[in-house]
């Protein structure tokens, strides 16, 4: 069973289906092992959040991986055609429907507290973040100015009162990290500037997308 070819059809399931389910469900629905499920996507260049990274599996970068994966502007051989309808019956439950919400969706107003140690506030769909002091500070005065940035006075960054939060320039707020710094030891103020660089990294991926 393992050793058929693969159609079409069933390329184009997997496909589609492979990044959001599971292997033993797209073998047990193609009638194929969970190896086999696993060895084509492989080929195909798919990836699924069940198993990227098994032992045995040779990782994205290995030249086998690069050299079977779908090239840019490859046209699928099955381009244009409709699913078989004996095809289209076995997977059509587990479809998405018109309008469908997934699992994991955050309405807009959802707080949430990142790696940065901020609270973020979704403000638009999709998928459009910022942080809560920022909003709350646009709220009562306008637009932060380019190259400004909104402070807690008591550094809790959980105190969102208007009067606890200020306005200072990028440059302003420079030099007052630096002059607290040196009042720390090296290696304290060493591994304040660590964290605050990881953080960057950490917002950067965050805001797009990675």
Known sequence: MN?????????????????????????????????AIYSHARILGLRSPDGPSRAGRIGATHPKSIAT??????????????????????????????????????????????????????????????????????QHNGPIPRGYNVQFRNRNRRDFRIENLYLISRADQMRDENSLMASYPKPLADLIRLKGAINRQIHKREKNGK
């Open 69 to 138: 994966r779908f090239q840019k502007g490859h046209v699928p051989s099955n381009k244009g055609e409709r699913m078989r309808a004996d095809v289209y019956v076995k997977v059509e439950r587990t479809m998405f429907k018109k309008g469908n919400i997934p699992a994991n969706h955050h309405p807009v107003g959802t707080e949430m507290e990142r790696a940065d140690g901020y609270i973020w506030v979704k403000v638009a769909e999709p998928k459009t973040w910022t942080q809560k002091h920022r909003l709350v500070w646009e």
């Open 3 to 35: 050793g058929r070819p693969w159609t079409a059809d069933e390329e184009t399931i997997l496909a589609q289906m492979y990044p959001d389910h599971g292997a033993p469900e797209l073998a047990s629905m193609l009638g194929r092992s969970v190896r």
